[in-house]
C-alpha cells in the first residue's frame, strides 16, 4: 500500500509560485508515472501534470504549460510541482497520483488497478 504526503500549498497573490511536494512511502517497486491533478469548487478533478518513474518524460495540461515544473526525487521519493505566474483560476485542492501501471491515458482521472491518491493540499491564488 502506498502512502501519499502532499504540502507546499497556501495562499499566494496572482503571479506568485509555490512549490507543492508529494511524499512517498510503502512503495516496493518502481511505479509507472507520479502526477498532479487539482478540483476546483463545483468543478471536476482534472489533470495538471505528470512525469515518468525515470523523470525522462514530463507531461502537461496546456492551461499550465510554460508556467509549472514537474519534477522528482527518487531516492527521497518525493515529486514536486514548481508553480510559477500563478493566476487565481489556479485555485483547487492539488491531488498527487501514483500509478503503478501503465493502464489508461496519463490524464485521466479514471481510478485503475495500482492508482494511488493523496489527500491533497489547498492552493489560494488571490487577484
Known amino acids: 500500500q502506498v502512502q501519499l504526503v502532499e504540502s507546499g500549498g497556501g495562499l499566494v497573490q496572482a503571479g506568485g509560485s509555490l512549490r507543492l511536494s508529494c511524499a512517498a512511502s510503502?512503495?516496493?517497486?518502481?511505479?509507472?508515472?507520479m502526477g498532479w491533478f487539482r478540483q476546483a469548487p463545483g468543478k471536476e478533478r482534472e489533470f495538471v501534470s505528470a512525469i515518468s518513474w525515470s523523470g525522462g518524460s514530463t507531461y502537461y495540461a496546456d492551461s499550465v504549460k510554460g508556467r509549472f515544473t514537474i519534477s522528482r526525487d527518487n531516492a527521497k521519493n518525493t515529486v514536486y510541482l514548481q508553480m510559477n505566474s500563478l493566476k487565481p483560476e489556479d485555485t483547487a485542492v492539488y491531488y498527487c497520483?501514483?500509478?503503478?501501471?501503465?493502464?489508461?491515458?496519463?490524464?485521466?482521472?479514471?481510478?485503475?488497478?495500482?492508482?494511488?491518491w493523496g489527500q491533497g493540499t489547498q492552493v489560494t491564488v488571490s487577484s
Open positions: 497520483r501514483d500509478r503503478k501501471y501503465n493502464l489508461g491515458t496519463i490524464n485521466s482521472t479514471t481510478q485503475r488497478p495500482g492508482d494511488y
Open positions: 510503502g512503495r516496493t517497486s518502481s511505479s509507472y508515472t
